[in-house]
């Protein structure tokens, strides 16, 4: 699934037009987006946690040249999945 499959499937069931599904899916889009970049966590019941972890910097090395690099500290976010969407997958079959 995409994000066109989302707002179109959001659209049939909920009888919207496209354009009204398109801005809900993007402003949940947007918050979730914006309370990761705030370092706040998002927290779905039953599906899961977005969080943002923080990695240090090192030293690498371009596969390419073999060339030394330094790797600036970073902020990534981070999906874990909740207990009920692991069952839910684990019983598929």
Not at 6 to 15: D, F, P, R, V, Y
Not at 49 to 75: H, L, M, S, W
């Amino acid at each position: 699934m995409n994000k066109s499959d989302l707002i179109n499937t959001l659209a049939q069931k909920e009888g919207l037009t496209e354009k009204r599904a398109t801005d809900i899916v993007n402003l949940i889009f947007k918050k979730f987006t914006d309370t990761l970049a705030n370092g706040d966590r998002v927290k779905i019941k039953g599906f899961g946690n977005f969080t943002v972890r923080n990695y240090d910097g090192y030293d690498g090395q371009n596969p390419r040249t073999k060339q030394e690099i330094k790797v600036a500290p970073k902020k990534l976010p981070f999906f874990k999945v909740g207990k009920e969407l692991k069952e839910r997958v684990n019983s598929v079959e």
